[in-house]
């Protein structure tokens, strides 16, 4: 069996967590294939080493002393090998990068890679494995795309079979220029390697026991969630729950490999899989998760006899193309339709769009509304399963919260509603209320009870 173990800025902060990998990994002998994010957070107030390096190449780009940010980051890397007893020459490393960092010798992405590159050097001592470096590896295109294919062979011919640990976040061109991949990539980097190398299961260890069915700084202690499919990790993502980066589900999905979000802190904490298993479990909660996302911008649009004049949509939506805005919803009637995009998108440019839909469009009006906040409650056992909408929507009724938009994807296992960005918290409150017994989920079971309840009740009335 092959696991593939990826651990996460929070779980390489410091020696301590170190000791911590090495207890888990030492726990499992599935486990040999290891990646790591560079050094985060300490404690509250600290910074990930990826945000100071990311300064250190404003600072060198303005010609201004980084110093002081060297230094910190060296520490941290000094401290841990210290502690730890490790051999690998940290000091000459980082003094030979502070240097060429200084002159202004290594472009920003290399600059940055640095710190998965020193944290992955460290462990691979400690947990006694080789270090395979992802710029050996992981293979980009020049324009900095992912080239899965290369990848893929370069993994098969230079990964190391009885286990290594790589750096995530990384890899380079064939010229040996470094490109990253988007920030949370190290969980990208652990996907990839999980779907090279045909592994069983990607482990994802972070500093959570997997996801939640609501933000806790919203709900108060809301249920974790057990298993997930890909699809509904990837909309509860989307909206916002950032346990796991949304494009690390692409990679391990095709390849149809569970992955298991664990606490490094907490290891034998059950965790969440993620699979593509979406049968029905009497015992599982009705919803999944409730999360959602504030700034939303829509554009409504309102043209008599619109429904009877081809391409009319399209016509607008190539002027949302024009302005490279990104279309996130477009609820519709028989002659209005809104689109819904997210406000930093059209901060700029909003009313220049808006003036060319009137004179491109012609429509009779045009009103937008701002300050819109969108909540997707996601379950794939809302499927077919009457009563889940009214139920939702008779939470937020009664809470006084007016509903702005509703939008359901085709495969019914999400419902998105719009409100005001002010009742965003109250609203996700009611829909987790709405969809909770005390302190636990509805299940399955609860709504086929009262299903079953109120067909008996309409059939005695029936009857009278």
Same mark, same amino acid.
């Given at each position: 069996?092959?696991?593939?173990?990826?651990?996460?800025?929070?779980?390489?902060? $410091?020696?301590? %967590?170190?000791?911590?990998?090495?207890?888990?990994?030492?726990?499992?002998?599935?486990?040999?294939?290891?990646?790591?994010?560079?050094?985060?957070?300490?404690?509250?107030?600290?910074?990930?080493?990826?945000?100071?390096?990311?300064?250190?190449?404003? /600072?060198?780009?303005? /010609?201004?002393?980084?110093?002081?940010?060297?230094?910190?980051?060296?520490?941290?890397?000094?401290?841990?090998?210290?502690? #730890?007893?490790?051999?690998?020459?940290? %000091?000459?490393?980082?003094?030979?990068?502070?240097?060429?960092?200084?002159?202004?010798?290594?472009?920003?992405?290399?600059?940055?890679?640095?710190?998965?590159?020193?944290?992955?050097?460290?462990?691979?001592?400690?947990?006694?494995?080789?270090?395979?470096?992802?710029?050996?590896?992981?293979?980009? /295109?020049?324009?900095?795309?992912?080239?899965?294919?290369?990848? %893929?062979?370069?993994?098969?011919?230079?990964?190391?079979?009885?286990?290594?640990?790589?750096?995530?976040?990384?890899?380079?061109?064939?010229?040996?220029?470094?490109?990253?991949?988007?920030?949370?990539?190290?969980?990208?980097?652990?996907?990839?390697?999980?779907?090279? #190398? $045909?592994?069983?299961?990607?482990?994802?260890?972070?500093?959570?026991?997997?996801?939640?069915?609501?933000?806790?700084?919203?709900?108060?202690?809301?249920?974790?969630?057990?298993?997930?499919?890909?699809?509904?990790?990837?909309? #509860?993502?989307?909206?916002?729950?950032?346990?796991?980066?949304?494009?690390?589900?692409?990679?391990?999905?095709?390849?149809?490999?569970?992955?298991?979000?664990?606490?490094?802190?907490?290891?034998?904490?059950?965790?969440?899989?993620?699979?593509?298993?979406? $049968?029905?479990?009497? $015992?599982?909660?009705?919803?999944?998760?409730?999360?959602?996302?504030?700034?939303?911008?829509?554009?409504?649009?309102?043209?008599?006899?619109?429904?009877?004049?081809?391409?009319?949509?399209?016509?607008? #939506?190539?002027?949302?193309?024009?302005?490279?805005?990104?279309?996130? /919803?477009?609820?519709?009637?028989?002659?209005?339709?809104?689109?819904?995009?997210?406000?930093?998108?059209?901060?700029?440019?909003?009313?220049?769009?808006?003036?060319?839909?009137?004179?491109?469009?012609?429509?009779?009006?045009?009103?937008?509304?701002?300050?819109?906040?969108?909540?997707?409650?996601?379950?794939?056992?809302?499927?077919?399963?009457?009563?889940?909408?009214?139920?939702?929507?008779?939470?937020?009724?009664?809470?006084?919260?007016?509903?702005?938009?509703?939008?359901?994807?085709?495969?019914?296992?999400?419902?998105?509603?719009?409100?005001?960005?002010?009742?965003?918290?109250?609203?996700?409150?009611?829909?987790?209320?709405?969809?909770?017994?005390?302190?636990?989920?509805?299940?399955?079971?609860?709504?086929?009870?009262?299903?079953?309840?109120?067909?008996?009740?309409?059939?005695?009335?029936?009857?009278?």
């Amino acid at each position: 069996m092959i696991k593939i173990a990826k651990f996460g800025g929070s779980s390489v902060a $410091d020696a301590k %967590h170190f000791r911590q990998i090495k207890k888990i990994v030492d726990a499992d002998p599935s486990r040999r294939f290891v990646v790591v994010s560079a050094c985060g957070r300490r404690y509250k107030s600290d910074a990930k080493v990826t945000d100071l390096l990311y300064l250190v190449a404003a /600072h060198v780009r303005y /010609h201004v002393s980084c110093d002081d940010l060297l230094e910190d980051i060296g520490k941290r890397y000094f401290d841990i090998a210290e502690e #730890l007893g490790l051999n690998y020459p940290i %000091h000459e490393e980082f003094v030979a990068f502070a240097e060429r960092a200084r002159a202004g010798e290594l472009t920003t992405e290399e600059l940055v890679s640095r710190g998965e590159y020193f944290t992955a050097q460290l462990m691979a001592e400690y947990l006694g494995l080789p270090f395979l470096d992802a710029a050996d590896v992981v293979a980009f /295109h020049h324009d900095g795309s992912l080239s899965m294919t290369r990848t %893929h062979a370069l993994i098969q011919e230079r990964g190391i079979p009885g286990g290594f640990v790589m750096p995530g976040f990384y890899g380079a061109t064939r010229e040996g220029q470094i490109k990253l991949l988007d920030r949370g990539g190290g969980d990208i980097s652990g996907s990839i390697l999980a779907k090279c #190398l $045909d592994a069983d299961l990607y482990e994802n260890w972070t500093d959570v026991s997997g996801f939640l069915s609501a933000d806790p700084r919203i709900v108060e202690h809301p249920q974790p969630i057990g298993r997930i499919t890909y699809q509904e990790m990837r909309e #509860l993502s989307y909206m916002g729950a950032s346990v796991l980066h949304e494009e690390a589900v692409f990679p391990v999905m095709e390849a149809g490999i569970p992955i298991a979000v664990k606490n490094t802190n907490r290891p034998l904490d059950p965790g969440t899989i993620i699979s593509d298993r979406e $049968d029905f479990v009497s $015992d599982e909660p009705i919803i999944t998760g409730v999360t959602g996302k504030r700034n939303f911008v829509a554009v409504h649009i309102f043209k008599d006899h619109m429904s009877n004049e081809v391409g009319y949509l399209r016509r607008v #939506l190539s002027i949302f193309e024009r302005y490279r805005v990104s279309i996130e /919803h477009i609820p519709s009637g028989i002659d209005s339709f809104a689109v819904v995009v997210q406000g930093s998108d059209v901060k700029d440019s909003l009313w220049s769009i808006v003036a060319d839909i009137k004179t491109e469009a012609t429509p009779d009006s045009i009103k937008v509304v701002d300050n819109l906040a969108l909540i997707s409650t996601v379950g794939r056992n809302m499927i077919g399963r009457p009563g889940v909408s009214g139920s939702l929507f008779a939470a937020l009724g009664q809470e006084g919260i007016s509903i702005r938009m509703i939008a359901q994807g085709s495969d019914e296992i999400n419902i998105i509603v719009g409100v005001r960005d002010d009742d965003f918290e109250r609203a996700i409150r009611a829909i987790y209320r709405a969809f909770s017994d005390g302190d636990h989920l509805l299940e399955l079971s609860d709504l086929k009870r009262a299903e079953e309840e109120a067909r008996a009740e309409a059939a005695v009335l029936a009857n009278r």
